[in-house]
T-cell receptor
């Protein structure tokens, strides 16, 4: 079973920030939070990951609460091409292949 | 740099037939894995490999075999296809180590009739 809980779907207006929440209340101290997305039926694409500090890269920002029980992926200026299913995954640091995908959040960016 | 290449992209099999899904990567990644994705669901891990000659089972290994004779290739074999194996299959690879980002292929859509 996936260790995360995400809303099944969200909408966002084009040009606005998209904030995707994820609950991971049973996360362990050595588990990282990863985000991937899957556009249409393509293979998943890595977005960002973090342990306990907030992270930012060219694609998105990741905000992790102080107790690490939840996080939010932020797409600062969503475009139509950001319409996808977004997966939040918690992963043990040393096991690359321990990635358990849930159903994710289907984000629809609307014009 | 091709990344992760899967072949074929589409395949239709009859129940009981066997086939091999191919996966190749040119990034010299140690880790490779196979997932299946059923409609409306997330990906589930079938088998994975931490290097040439080493493989292990994931969440849903039954009905599938793998081998890893080279770093580049990680084929997935269906010995006797069943309708329950109708799915989209994704291969992924990544570097060994703590924080490896996984790279995924474009998938193989398999239908078993």
């Amino acid at each position: 079973d996936a260790k995360t809980t995400q809303p099944p779907s969200m909408d966002c207006a084009e040009g606005r920030a998209a904030n995707l929440p994820c609950n991971h209340s049973t996360i362990s101290g050595n588990e990282y939070v990863y985000w991937y997305r899957q556009i249409h039926s393509q293979g998943p694409q890595y977005i960002i990951h973090g342990l306990k500090n907030n992270e930012t890269n060219e694609m998105a920002s990741l905000i992790i609460t102080e107790d690490r029980k939840s996080s939010t992926l932020i797409l600062p200026h969503a475009t139509l091409r950001d319409t996808a299913v977004y997966y939040c995954i918690v992963r043990v640091r040393s096991n690359n292949n321990d990635m358990r995908f849930g159903a994710g959040t289907r984000l629809t960016v609307k014009p | 740099n091709a990344g992760v290449t899967q072949t074929p992209k589409f395949q239709v099999l009859k129940t009981g037939q066997s086939m091999t899904l191919q996966c190749a990567q040119d990034m010299n990644h140690e880790y490779m894995s196979w997932y299946r994705q059923d409609p409306g669901m997330g990906l589930r891990l079938i088998h994975y490999s931490v290097g040439a000659g080493i493989t292990d089972q994931g969440e849903v290994p039954n009905g599938y075999n793998v081998s890893r004779s080279t770093t580049e290739d990680f084929p997935l074999r269906l010995l006797s296809a069943a309708p329950s194996q109708t799915s989209v299959y994704f291969c992924a690879s990544s570097y060994a180590g703590d924080l490896g980002e996984a790279f995924f292929g474009q998938g193989t859509r398999l239908t078993v009739v």
